[in-house]
């Protein structure tokens, strides 16, 4: 999949295709039958299906204390989409000054003069431009003037719930894995590129491999039960995600012990698949009292997946 990287990348031979714009945050049940449309229309119309999001998302930049955490990396993002037959990924560098640009600027530069774009599909809830005044009805407008056709996606509802980043993110905080599995088609996981630590795992005699979540925070937290995926196989482990209060952790980070592994992970990109939490994130009097409820945690965790299997 083609991947462009600001407004200046977008190239003459990128010009005509058949769009959808969002944040598609997760690729869940509801991004996948957009793309499910996006993908039909442009074998239709025999042009490139497309995608445009945004980075850093509108509500980073305009709230970063408040947006919600992350479902996915920018990188997760493009290998779901590329699974689903999306053959163009638009990256927009989302600034304020590209914020400011009107809803009429937004379709007639953006969207007619640099993409061409030959159809357009839209959410339900999708609105653009400075105040968020464009809207459904405004594409549909400007379709008529500059040649180009709109339709819009009907939410995907799963038992009378819509689907949504944000309905999956308070699943996750719920600790209500199966709704999010249900709402994603597939397992919550993190993936992410290990580095190298303190080691203090290892003094503990639970070496772990540390995943650095950056600036996106985890939208759950906790120790957990998990599967974990390497370059050289599957296994089980035990997962720490969140801070570390008993030996002064502050940052969000992902601490995972894998069981019976010897190998070394350093820099690889592995994927963590949450399976079940087992208790909070808490601190401890000392270190042989964090040392104890790791054995422990990872005794129940081995338990939980033999039964899982």
């Not at 990256?91 to 640099?114: D, G, M, P, Y």
């Not at 819509?162 to 919550?188: F, H």
């Not at 003094?203 to 772990?208: A, D, E, I, R, V």
Request: proline letters at 3%; aromatic letters at 6%.
């Amino acid at each position: 999949m083609q991947l462009v990287r600001g407004i200046h990348n977008i190239q003459p031979e990128d010009h005509g295709c058949v769009l959808t714009i969002g944040n598609f945050d997760g690729v869940h049940k509801g991004h996948q039958r957009v793309i499910s449309a996006l993908v039909s229309k442009a074998k239709a119309l025999n042009c490139v299906a497309a995608v445009l999001v945004f980075e850093p998302q509108p509500q980073e930049l305009f709230a970063p204390d408040q947006a919600p955490a992350r479902l996915c990396r920018l990188r997760d993002k493009y290998a779901l989409l590329a699974e689903l037959g999306v053959e163009r990924l638009i990256c927009v560098n989302f600034t304020r000054k590209f914020a400011s640009q009107s809803a009429e600027q937004f379709i007639e530069h953006l969207l007619v003069e640099k993409l061409g774009i030959k159809h357009l599909i839209v959410g339900d809830d999708f609105h653009f431009g400075k105040n968020r005044v464009g809207d459904f009805a405004m594409l549909s407008k400007a379709g008529k003037k500059f040649g180009f056709d709109v339709t819009d996606t009907a939410s995907c509802k799963m038992a009378n719930c819509r689907v949504s980043s944000t309905a999956i993110r308070k699943a996750l905080q719920e600790d209500n894995l199966l709704d999010v599995e249900n709402m994603l088609g597939r397992p919550y996981s993190i993936i992410g590129k290990v580095f190298h630590g303190d080691k203090r795992g290892r003094q503990l005699g639970f070496p772990t491999a540390n995943v650095l979540l950056k600036r996106r925070n985890s939208p759950l937290s906790g120790v957990f039960a998990v599967k974990i995926k390497t370059m050289k196989g599957c296994y089980n482990g035990v997962a720490n995600i969140g801070a570390r209060p008993t030996i002064n952790g502050v940052r969000q980070q992902l601490e995972v012990h894998v069981f019976d592994f010897n190998d070394d992970l350093y820099g690889q990109c592995i994927e963590v698949i949450i399976k079940k939490k087992l208790r909070q994130v808490m601190k401890f009097k000392d270190l042989a009292a964090l040392t104890a409820q790791i054995k422990l945690d990872s005794e129940q965790a081995k338990q939980v997946l033999n039964d899982i299997r």
